[in-house]
Each structure stands twice: as C-alpha cells, then as structure tokens.
C-alpha cells in the first residue's frame, strides 16, 4: 500500500521545494508541492494518502499554525518540519503539536528520503488498520441484522456489500417472511445512500386507484379531493433508496409508468407536465417468478429487465463498458465462450434484459449472462435455429473485427471460402470478400 502514496512539499522556497521534489523522485515516491499552507489546506482532507513536509517559516499561514490545522483534520496524519538554525524552540512546540519529526537545515536529499520513509511506512499502516476496521465495522453490522452461518445466509451477505456501493436497481425475490424488507435496508445502510431517506410501499396493501399518487404524488386539483400538491414516494426518496414490496401485485397501467421511470430517471406527478429527476435506487421485492408472470402475461417483461440477435455481442461490450464507468469497476474481459453463451440464449425482455445482465456481468455476481433458457413452445425449427445462431456468430465476429474476412476466418477456424458462402447466404457484409474467382 505505501506505494500508493505520496508526499506533499509546503516550501515558499522554489529551489528548496525543487530540490524537496527531485529527491523524493529519484527514490521513487510520488511527490507534488506547493508554495504555501493556504495552497496545501486546498490539497489535504482526512485520510490524505500519504504525508507532509513543511517549512517551519511561511507567508501567511506558517507552518506551525498548518501542523495545528492538520492535527484537528487527521490527528494521523504524518508531518514532517523543516526548520532552521534558530527554530530549535520551535521544533521543540512542533513535536508537542503532534508533528512526526522535524528536520533542521540544511540537511541531506539522503536524510530527507529516510524521514519521509518512515513516515510513509506508518502513514500506509494507519490507512490499512481504518480500510480494516471500516470492512470489519461493516460486516458486524450486517451479521447483526442477517442473522445466520449457513453458507446461503454467507452468500446474501456477500452480494449484498459487493453490491451496495453501486447504483445498480435491485430485485430481490423470496417466500412471504424470509426478510426481504431486511435485505432491502440493509443495500441501504451498507451504502453512501444511508444518510438519504429509505422509503418503503407496498403494491398489494394500497387500493389501485390510490397508488398511481402514493408512488408519483400530484399537484392541487389534478382530481376530486385533490386539495394540495403531494410529493410521492418516489420523489420522497431523494437521493435514498425507494423499497416496492409485493411489486408483483402492481397493475399493468401502472408497470408501464414504472419502466418510464427506471428507464428515463425522472417522473412526473398527477395534474403536473413538470418533469422531475429521479435520484434514488429503487429496490423491488417479490414472492413470486417474474419471468413466468411475464409469460403468463401477468407482468411486463420489459419491466423485468426488444431482439435484435446479431447486436447482441456488440451491445452486450457496450453496456459492460457503461456499467464499469456507473459503478466503478474494472472492466471485466468478455471472452468468446461468453458471448456465444448470449447469442444462445433467449431474451424475451430484450436490450434492458441484456443491460441487466452486463450490470450483473460488472459487479461479479455471475460468470455469464444467465443460464440458458429453456425451450418455450413455438420455438423454431432445429434447423432454423441452427442457421439464425450461426448467422448471428458470423456477424457479431466480423463486426468484432471490423469487417475483416481474413480475422474473422481465423477466429471462428473456418475457411475464407466456406466462410465467404456463409456471408453471402446470410446477406452480411464484410471487407475484402474474395470473388467467385478465388472461391
């Protein structure tokens, strides 16, 4: 972890602060500088990676009135004086003040690396004990409410931190009783949204005619009885987290309401043409399948997570791109077993199904989109749908390699001529498609 780290020089001096610099350079450590204590406050907040070195005398600010600025913003934080030959009083205060050390001038590059060094050492121990007691802090609290050592009861533990700092909208299914709305807070608690509201509905315990103002609110006089605006729950929620229990009882009308909101992010209240942001994450719980709802009928099943087959490759990297940006995480590598495993499979809720498994593809929560589906009636011909798989490989592969015909010959193992009929079967594109002469 010291690695990480870095030393900040306050020094008014510019050949002093030069030399500062250029020493910690040459041993390795990243370094950056400024030329007073006003300019160094504008650059340290608490659990500042690294220390500081400072200069005793300063414009403005000295440095003993920064060490006391620093102490009462992170008493950890290692500074490091620099002080003159007439400074020993000083250095004397200093170390009562809570500085690291002091070095007197003029002092070696060589003196100035091994202070800085030790510092660094400590500064690297102090941040790793806090980034531990924070996760240990974290996973007592959850143990505390989700109470259990089965390896079932371990693994909702997991997902639920690994996935509580994200903004990614949940769903969590379960029988009547098992918890649901405790899962639900605790995606809250566990999150940078635990300060904001946490708001709880449930579809099935409000009549349908009043839930459309429960979730949206509404303005004075969008209907009879309607004698004052309204905030809604959505709305309410803020920058919170919005809990939709028994979701499965939500009439259709009101679904297709719902999907505008997830989708665009923003609503609007009964009686208002006023388009409202939507900064929440919304946390859906059910009892039931939606999946088999959404066959049924019964729920919509883009609501649950359009086709186009022969995008789903390209589409898939794009959403996976977007959603290690939203939620701050590494880009995971999508390999071409995954990728066939996508075309392969059905997708009846479309691209918002496909966005939500790239979203659970990012967060680590499963190794490939989802397990493959099975055959549902009035499903193709087996020979019809080994030709739409095999056209929506070809295609997904040339447009992974920009139309090549010699790379995607060579990445789908087949050759350019058989590959070159395949093209032409199928009406794809490609560059460099040889003619019937080189068939």
Same mark, same amino acid.
Request: glycine share 8%.
């Given at each position: ?36 204590? @006003? ?14 070195? %400072? ?72 941040? @790793? ?15 505390? %409410? ?18 509580a700092g994200s ?59 309607a004698q004052k605006?309204?905030?809604? !729950? ?41 388009l409202i942001p ?7 719980? %059910? ?70 498994? =790239? ?7 499963? !190794?490939?989109?989802? /397990?493959?589906?099975? /055959? %549902? ?7 019809? =749908? ?29 050759? !350019?001529?058989?590959?070159?009929? !395949? ?17």
């Amino acid at each position: 972890m010291k690695e990480n780290l870095s030393v900040l020089i306050v020094e008014d001096d510019p050949h002093v602060r030069l030399g500062c610099e250029q020493a910690m350079q040459l041993a390795g450590i990243a370094v950056s500088g400024v030329a007073s204590a @006003e300019a160094a406050q504008q650059r340290l907040a608490p659990a500042f990676p690294g220390v500081v070195v %400072t200069d005793m005398r300063l414009p403005g600010i000295d440095g003993l009135q920064l060490l006391r600025w620093i102490g009462a913003l992170d008493p950890a934080l290692p500074v490091i004086m620099i002080t003159g030959h007439g400074d020993v009083t000083l250095a004397v205060e200093a170390m009562r003040c809570g500085a690291y050390d002091f070095i007197p001038k003029p002092f070696s590059p060589e003196h100035l690396v091994e202070v800085v060094s030790r510092a660094l050492e400590k500064r690297a121990l102090t941040l @790793e004990v806090e980034t531990l007691r924070r996760r240990l802090e974290h996973r007592e609290g959850i143990e505390s %409410t989700l109470i259990g050592r089965s390896p079932q009861i371990e693994a909702v533990r997991r997902s639920i931190l690994d996935i509580a700092g994200s903004a990614v909208d949940v769903l969590i299914r379960g029988e009547t009783g098992t918890g649901k709305e405790l899962v639900a807070r605790c995606l809250h608690e566990h999150s940078a949204r635990s300060r904001e509201n946490f708001v709880a509905l449930n579809c099935g315990g409000i009549p349908d005619t009043l839930l459309d103002s429960e979730l949206f609110g509404h303005e004075a006089g969008a209907f009879t009885g309607a004698q004052k605006r309204r905030i809604g !729950k959505i709305e309410h929620a803020g920058k919170g987290s919005f809990f939709l229990d028994e979701v499965e009882s939500m009439p259709m009308q009101m679904q297709i309401k719902l999907l505008r909101v997830l989708q665009e992010r923003e609503l609007e209240r009964l009686g208002s043409n006023q388009l409202i942001p939507v900064a929440c994450r919304v946390i859906a719980a %059910t009892k039931d399948d939606l999946g088999q709802l959404a066959q049924a009928g019964r729920f919509r099943p883009d609501l649950y997570y359009r086709e186009r087959r022969e995008d789903i490759p390209m589409l898939f990297e794009h959403f996976v791109l977007q959603s290690a940006r939203r939620h701050e995480r590494p880009v995971p590598a999508v390999s071409p077993e995954v990728l066939r495993e996508l075309m392969a499979q059905s997708w009846p809720g479309n691209v918002r199904e496909l966005r939500n498994a =790239a979203d659970c593809y990012v967060l680590g929560l499963r !190794k490939a989109a989802a /397990p493959p589906s099975e /055959p %549902t009636p009035g499903s193709l011909p087996l020979a019809e =749908a080994v030709e739409q798989f095999e056209r929506t490989l070809i295609a997904a592969e040339l447009e992974r390699q920009g139309g090549s015909l010699a790379r995607t010959s060579e990445a789908l193992r087949v050759a !350019k001529t058989t590959l070159h009929d !395949k093209i032409r079967k199928y009406g794809l594109q490609s560059t460099a498609v040889p003619g019937p002469q080189n068939s």
